[in-house]
T-cell receptor
Framework: ETGVTQTPRHLVMGMTNKKSLKCEQH?????MYWYKQSAKKPLELMFV???????ENNSVPSRFSPECPNSSHLFLHLHTLQPEDSALYLC???????????????FGQGTRLTVV | DQQVKQNSPSLSVQEGRISILNCDYT??????FLWYKKYPAEGPTFLIS?????DKNEDGRFTVFLNKSAKHLSLHIVPSQPGDSAVYFC????????????FGEGTQLTVNP
């Protein structure tokens, strides 16, 4: 248990559906992240939020829309996805951004997304 | 362009022996390195890190070595235990850092009883 909770754990959606992934942390962290892990590929950073402000968008298609209403919650809104978007989506948080101590990311268990 | 590479997709060792997981990187701007461990159906868990000003960091059974000139780091686990069986990811962060962690592909470690 890392203190970062993601729901749902599994999601199957059609290409015309709209769904949202939720991430919650009560660790007092100020930075939150969305990562994507496709089969046999490294984790890819998608979005970064620091103090609720988006600081990075790693050229993610607009069919993925993040939302960070407060430092404890992060959402990833999904619509008109493609089958190749099927992957494990991981949320993470860290106390601060940057390098060095207190910047290590704590990950949630992930949402296994299947687009059909 | 894979800036962090873990060339061994899998490693199998006997319980009690040393496990050595390797990681190579190409970006000379990386100056902070981390290892994460991932069990099936769980997210990655932070294990140990090292700053580029050091060449070794130790935490219990886990030691990370950094060779900057070779752009190589390794994680040593000794003695290995069956509970160490997991996928191990190497990650690196550049300066100026922001937050961008670049991950390797992971190495599946299996420790046999």
């Amino acid at each position: 248990e890392t203190g970062v909770t993601q729901t749902p754990r599994h999601l199957v959606m059609g290409m015309t559906n709209k769904k949202s992934l939720k991430c919650e942390q009560h660790l007092g962290h100020n930075a939150m992240y969305w990562y994507k892990q496709s089969a046999k590929k490294p984790l890819e950073l998608m979005f970064v939020y620091n103090f609720k402000e988006q600081t990075e968008n790693n050229s993610v298609p607009s069919r993925f829309s993040p939302e960070c209403p407060n430092s404890s919650h992060l959402f990833l809104h999904l619509h008109t996805l493609q089958p190749e978007d099927s992957a494990l989506y991981l949320c993470a948080s860290s106390l601060t951004m940057g390098a060095g101590p207190n910047t290590e990311a704590f990950f949630g268990q992930g949402t296994r997304l299947t687009v059909v | 362009d894979q800036q962090v590479k873990q060339n061994s997709p899998s490693l199998s060792v006997q319980e009690g022996r040393i496990s050595i997981l390797n990681c190579d990187y190409t970006n000379s701007m990386f100056d902070y390195f981390l290892w994460y461990k991932k069990y099936p159906a769980e997210g990655p868990t932070f294990l140990i890190s090292i700053s580029s000003i050091k060449d070794k960091n130790e935490d219990g059974r886990f030691t990370v070595f950094l060779n900057k000139s070779a752009k190589h780091l390794s994680l040593h686990i000794v003695p290995s235990q069956p509970g160490d069986s997991a996928v191990y990811f190497c990650a690196a962060r550049p300066v100026p850092s922001g937050s961008r962690l670049t991950f390797g592909e992971g190495t599946q470690l299996t420790v046999n009883p």
